[in-house]
Structure formats: C-alpha cells, structure tokens
Nanobody
Framework: QVQLVESGGGLAQPGGSLRLSCAAS????????MGWYRQAPGKQRELVAT???????NYADSVKGRFAISRDNAKNTVYLQMNSLKPEDTAVYYC?????????WGQGTQVTVSS
C-alpha cells in the first residue's frame, strides 16, 4: 500500500508564491519519476513538472522559469516551488510517483490565484 500526502496549497495573489509538498509512505523501495500535474475546472489534467531519481527535470512550457520541482529521496518527498503565480495557474494540483509496482496519485490540493 502506498500513500501520498500533499500539502501547501491555498490562496495566493497574482505574482505571489506557494510551495507544494508531497510525501510518499508505505511499501516503497525505489521511487523513479516524481511529478506534479494539475487540473483546472472544465479542463483535462495536464503535466506541470517531473523529476527523475537522478534529478533530471521536465517542465510544461507554461511554467518554465516560474516553477521549480525538487525532491528529497531520503524523505520520499517531492516539492513544487511556484513563483510569479498567475490566475491561470488556478487548479487542483496532484502529485504522482512511479514505482516498479505502478503509478500512484495524491488526493490533490487546491491552488487559487486571485486578487
């Protein structure tokens, strides 16, 4: 059994910052890729950023230069630092991890960017 617990969402003003965290627990040996996805109302879930165990990162064009993904392998935790937030960043953000046993999702955390 694998559990993912997300935290750090909330309300931010345009231009502001938020930091999301996602901690994985349970039967985990090695986490391969970790990532963040988001889903805005009426839209499909989309990739935000991913990071491999070795630290290689990939970002959606819409967040490049504003968001930064990182991970702590010792803590099985992935982070998403979000800067220069825009109203269009408003969405439910989900963390995702890939294990040899499969892919797992967090429950989602709401991020709202509004003045």
């Amino acid at each position: 059994q694998v559990q993912l617990v997300e935290s750090g969402g909330g309300l931010a003003q345009p231009g502001g910052s938020l930091r999301l965290s996602c901690a994985a627990s349970g039967v985990i040996f090695v986490i391969n890729t970790m990532g963040w996805y988001r889903q805005a109302p009426g839209k499909q879930r989309e990739l935000v950023a991913t990071i491999t165990r070795g630290g290689s990162t990939n970002y959606a064009d819409s967040v490049k230069g504003r968001f930064a993904i990182s991970r702590d392998n010792a803590k099985n935790t992935v982070y998403l630092q979000m800067n220069s937030l825009k109203p269009e960043d408003t969405a439910v953000y989900y963390c995702n991890i890939y294990l040899t046993s499969g892919s797992y999702w967090g429950q989602g955390t709401q991020v709202t960017v509004s003045s």
